[in-house]
């Protein structure tokens, strides 16, 4: 008898999504305007000039989503707050409206068994912050940690696990360095001081938090295995520094209270010194950690990429997404297995993982079949499995994403849901691959083990 596959016994199968990313109505109910919001409407810096005024409208539909994750059997749902909801000037007054959407949001989740894990920021800066410098402002973490704590106060007594930023690497990379994000800076000195306030915003909020909540809070970063193109000693020094620049530059402050050596040598002058006391702040015990996982890089030495010098190699026999990044299961267990062997034995969740891939039309049946997505995902619950064998203690597993939702810069063209959302109707249609997510849960991975 072959071995079946068997995950924890409280092992938790959710979804997860953000708040610009799917909710509409940016503005309502005295919500202040977020760096997306001034993006977006900013000719010529998202495709075909998408915005996420409307989105998936679950700002609006909210209960009839968690409805159908209850149809779906979901156990966890991973959002974020819209801070400039909370607050729409960053700071100061709180907007009871916009709290309320999110009170609301857990208590409709509890009802239907629906474990909340709440982001407190995935990218939507409040633009009143900006005009102060935002994630530049050492003030930051200050006005960070008063947003946490206003929303610990609320919702504290019903939602279990925080995680503080979404991706701090994309925030600064992306924001910052290369402007392909709001606020869409391209700026080398710049970039560094981003991070560590970022960093120090992180602490800031743990701080906050071990004054206001009772539950657990983590980071959550995203990922990606670096893997040398070949033996040559300039491609390793190259894999090192891609690996430094993305899997390093924001665990090891938070774990350790130190950045890895190789950010001065990518950044030259413009890497700062900063004082012994922000490493401290920086360096706050945490109690999880959430990775993200999408592909993996093999990396080789390109003098022409600034200001790593290092660039992805193309991958001839392997499988690509729609967003051109390689299908590659095995790099989700070898990053688990990295995480624990590096940063020690912290418990750990998958909080995004998935795909886009182009999906057919609604067939008159409602059905839409996506086969690259379940593959994708059935390759990738099986690499979680191989890690928890390997001693990896990880807690759980959040889709990306629920809904087909806004791509950031690339717009409505990239779908990542396991349901399809129809954005003329707002109608929602479960792919093939949301109903193997839920045999998946509904057997607690057991179905992992039957052949393809
Ligand atoms: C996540 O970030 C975000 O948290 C989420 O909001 C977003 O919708 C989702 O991903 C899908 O994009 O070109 O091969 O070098 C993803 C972080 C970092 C993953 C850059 C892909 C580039 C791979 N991404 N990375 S490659």
Redesign the pocket.
Known sequence: MTQRIQFPPKFLWGS?T?AY?IEGSPLADGAGPSIWQRFVHTPGLVRDGDTGEMACDHYRRMESDVALMSELGMQAYRFSIAWSRVLPEGKGKVNAAGLAFYERLVDALLKNNIQPMVTLY??DMPAALDDRGGWLNPDIAGWFADYASVVFRKLDDRVKLWATL??P??VT??GYLHGALAPGHKNRFEAPIATHHLMRSHGAAVQAYRAEGKHQIGL?V?I?PKYAASDLPQDIAATARAEAY?NRQYLDPAIFGTYPGELKEIFGEAWPEWPEEDYKLIKQPIDFLGV?Y????VTRHDEASWPLRAS?VRQKSATYTE????VYAQGLTDTLTWVKQRYGDIPLYVT?N?A?FFDPPVAENDRLDDPLRVNYLRKHLRAIHSAIDAGVDLRGYFV??LLD?F??S?GYS?R?GIVHVDFETQKRTPKASAHFYSKVIASHGDVLSNPD
């Open positions: 997860a953000s990313q995935h990218w979404n991706e690497w994309v990379d992306g959550v995203n990606e993305m993200n999408y592909t993996r890089n992805p967003t051109g990044w390689e995004e998935g886009a990306w994403s939702n791509e950031w690339l990239k990542f």
